[in-house]
């Protein structure tokens, strides 16, 4: 049981802020206003918030790093200052398993060409009293489900995916390291007064419908920004009739669309689950407290009034769905994609499945796939794909090898990869996908964008649930729909699949042998962390430089992207892993993926000292060492995706002084700030067309640079002619004080 303390701490305060807060707001209250304004920095609230305008203080209870992001987290927090983290923090070693051939034997891989990076992660988190989770032990995001997550809280995760822990009624917030630095030290974390949509759940989920299908709808609906800047409320009878693993897996890929964070109301689900994991003493006070863990009556009966937008959702009438290729929210009805295929071209047959990730490996998940696997073994049919499964915890992982599940996988066919993110986060070793084959798979990760998985641009990758995934893997093709359509065995017996079934929880419930935690010292204070100079993987942070009262003038433009330029595009992840404690290193990476409008390939842009087309980073290199800054233009929904900050620390190293897009996605715009960087939007988003390769461009007006106002861009073309573009932000007084300093880090260090 951990943190009890801290919880019941924050239930004590909750009830007396949130009367404070109807009053001030004369109004019944939503779930997420409930617990924002219950957490806000400066105690009971005093004022009320406009939605998508006001910056507002807050002071989350706790912080989750997964290993990748916390490399440079940490390295930021050992410039803080600080002696102690100022909240419970943990630390997550889950994305550098590379997944190839077995748990066992890619574990063991992994523990040898990661020990260097383990070793500091440890002895940081020690030194500092952090929480560690150890290889193999599992996905933060399930871990914090298991472990730390409670209703009516409020957490922040160096991943997109941290939001995982609203279906336990969290609001939990993906971020960059360096909003994590803010929050173990002990200061207020910013963020931008949340829209609040509503999504309105009825009905109740039947035969092959799962919790997966309501998000794969939803993102259809919303499209990856449509819930930019907003928290996604899910409510309604269908809500109360879902599992807690469930919300979690709908929570959890609401990521993808762009979504501050997702969230339901505490119910018995929840309840029933916190009492399964260890957490009965948290239940009971939340039972407590029910009435402040589920928005008002008044909202229920009358949701119009309360949320920005409002969607409804039959769960009754709602179709399995498959997700994809390329995008997460291109959004096919099973019984349309036979039709939709062929008409878009995409290959069919499938080559592999892979079921498990962080939102979808709980126990309720890998029964309910378990079930038509056993199907599959009874009828004697195999798969005719290749089949894959990623336990999400080594809880889940002993449970379901205790109550036989692992057994019927393996009878199928089945690889079991390690507790760890592996093929979902492009850590997949695999075999022939060098070659760049056209090819199809399907998964039940979140997250499918070119070359996410495997590497190979011409992957096409589709998002299905886990049992949907299983069936496909069985049948072999993407327009397979169970519940119409028959397998033919090899006796050339026709063998129709039943609906999955499986179960909320264990039935004998949970078991583990080692869950593998590490508490940190009890005091730290004589652990030195150490980092060899000479380290490919790890390199100490230097402070980047404040910025020097002048105007940008004379920027190069370093790459106009075209379409969607994710973070992935940014700063790719896959083998670049392994350089994320590195910022040098990994800045051979930088933009990298992105797509260059004049030419329309990738890694490929005009360097003007030159005249050559170069890869971008060495291009950058080449302006960096010559004195020249630079700027990068891009279009609309700007670093979509994770929440990966070395997409903001790569360009602030090598010398990229202004970002300007058409739009930005929220975590991404937020690491550009507090990496002391530019990023700006187009007042007219027209203007995007007017740039042209060879322009050279002056920021003229940064010695007004103020909260409210525009900032003008002069755009020198070569045919001498120059034209004004008219630049917005979003940045308020604090913001503007990061780029002053160079970087919020700096203005931590400097006030210390």
């Known amino acids: 049981m951990f943190d009890l303390a801290m919880i019941k701490s924050v239930y004590e305060r909750m009830n007396e802020r949130i009367n404070a807060a109807r009053v001030i707001l004369g109004r019944p209250l939503t779930l997420t206003e409930k617990i924002l304004y219950s957490h806000l920095a400066t105690g ?57 051939e077995s748990a066992s034997s890619d574990l063991a891989q992994a523990m040898d060409a990661n020990g260097e990076v383990y070793d500091f992660l440890e002895s940081v988190s020690n030194k500092y009293g952090i929480g560690f989770w150890k290889p193999g032990a599992g996905i933060i ?17 160096t991943d997109s995916h941290t939001v ?54 939803v993102a259809g609906i919303l499209t990856v920004k449509g819930g ?41 689900h929840m309840a029933n689950y916190l009492r399964a994991t260890g957490r009965s003493e948290v239940a009971n006070i939340a039972d407590l407290n029910a009435d402040n863990l589920r928005s008002d009556k008044e909202v229920l009966s009358n949701p119009n009034n309360y949320f920005d937008q409002l969607i409804e959702i039959d769960l009754s009438t709602l179709e399995p769905h498959i997700n994809g290729p390329f995008t997460p929210d291109k959004a096919t009805p099973i019984s349309m994609m036979k039709s939709e295929a062929e008409k878009e071209g995409w290959p069919v047959n499938i080559q592999v499945g892979l079921i498990g990730s962080c939102t979808n490996s709980s126990y309720e998940d890998i029964s309910r796939a378990a079930s038509i696997a056993k199907q599959a073994v009874d009828n004697g049919l195999k798969t005719k794909a290749k089949f894959t499964i990623t336990p999400g915890s080594e809880q889940v992982r002993f449970t379901i090898e205790r109550d036989g599940f692992i057994d019927i996988f393996e009878k199928l066919g089945a690889d079991v990869f390690a507790n760890a993110c592996g093929p979902c986060i492009g ?27 495997d590497g190979n641009p011409n992957t096409h990758a589709f998002v299905a649930s886990p049992e949907l995934v299983t069936a496909l893997a069985i049948s072999g093709n993407l327009t397979f729909n169970p519940e119409v359509d028959f397998i033919t065995d090899e006796d050339g017996n026709e063998v129709r699949l039943n609906p999955p079934v499986g179960f909320d929880l ?24 150490k980092v060899d100079p000479g380290s490919t993987r790890l390199q100490l942070l230097t402070p980047f430089d404040p910025w020097d009262n002048k105007n940008y003038v004379g920027m190069r433009l370093l790459i106009k992207a075209k379409g969607k330029c994710t973070t992935d595009h940014i700063s790719m992840a896959g083998p670049w892993l392994k350089y994320r404690g ?31 087309y170069l890869p971008v980073p060495q291009t950058q290199r080449q302006y960096k060492d010559a004195g020249i800054p630079t700027i990068v233009v891009g279009d609309e929904n700007y670093g979509e995706g994770s929440s990966r900050e070395h997409a903001a620390m790569e360009p602030r190293h090598l010398g990229v002084r202004v970002v300007l897009v058409k739009s930005f996605a929220r975590i991404h715009e937020t690491n550009l700030k507090k990496q002391g960087m530019l990023g700006l939007t187009f007042a007219d988003k027209s203007d995007y067309d007017k740039i042209n390769e060879d322009d050279i461009f002056d920021l003229i007006d940064i010695d007004s640079f103020s909260e409210g106002n525009t900032l003008t861009m002069l755009v020198h073309h070569n045919d001498g002619n120059k034209e004004k573009i008219i630049c917005n932000h979003t940045y308020n007084e604090t913001q503007i004080d990061w780029f002053r300093a160079g970087s919020a880090l700096n203005l931590i260090r400097s006030q210390n």
């Open 427 to 453: 850590q997949w070793a695999r075999s022939g996908s060098e070659k760049e084959e056209k090819n199809t798979i399907v998964h039940s990760f979140n997250r499918n964008f070119a070359k996410r998985a």
């Open 164 to 217: 995982n822990a609203g279906g336990l009624g969290m609001i939990a917030i993906g971020v960059g390291g360096a909003d994590a630095v803010d929050v173990m030290a002990g200061m207020p974390w910013e963020l931008k007064f949340p829209k609040l949509i509503g999504v309105r759940l009825t009905g109740e989920m039947n035969k092959w419908t799962s919790a997966k299908d309501v998000i794969l709808k």
């Open 141 to 157: 995001h399930q871990v914090i489900l298991e472990n730390y997550a409670f209703p009516g809280g409020m957490m922040i995760g």
């Open 228 to 268: 930019t800047d907003a928290i996604v409320e899910y409510f309604g009878p269908g809500a109360d009739k879902m599992s807690c693993t469930g919300k979690g897996t709908i929570c959890n890929m609401g990521a993808e669309i762009g979504a501050t964070t997702s969230i339901f109301g505490y119910d018995k």
């Open 44 to 100: 009971n609230p005093s004022e009320q918030f406009k939605r998508g305008r006001s910056y507002v203080d807050f002071l989350p209870d706790r912080v989750g790093m997964q290993d990748a992001t916390a490399q440079m987290a940490l390295l930021q927090f050992m410039m803080a200052g600080r002696e102690k983290v100022a909240v419970p923090s943990t630390v997550h070693c889950d994305h550098l398993i590379q997944a190839k």
């Open 582 to 612: 590195h910022l040098d290193n990994i800045s051979d990476n930088m933009l990298t993926g992105a797509v260059n409008y004049f030419n329309s390939k990738t890694n490929c842009v005009k360097n003007h000292l030159t005249g050559e």
């Open 506 to 529: 264990p039935q004998n419930g949970f078991e583990v042998e080692d869950l593998g935690y590490q508490a940190p010292a009890a005091n730290g204070s004589n652990i030195e962390v």
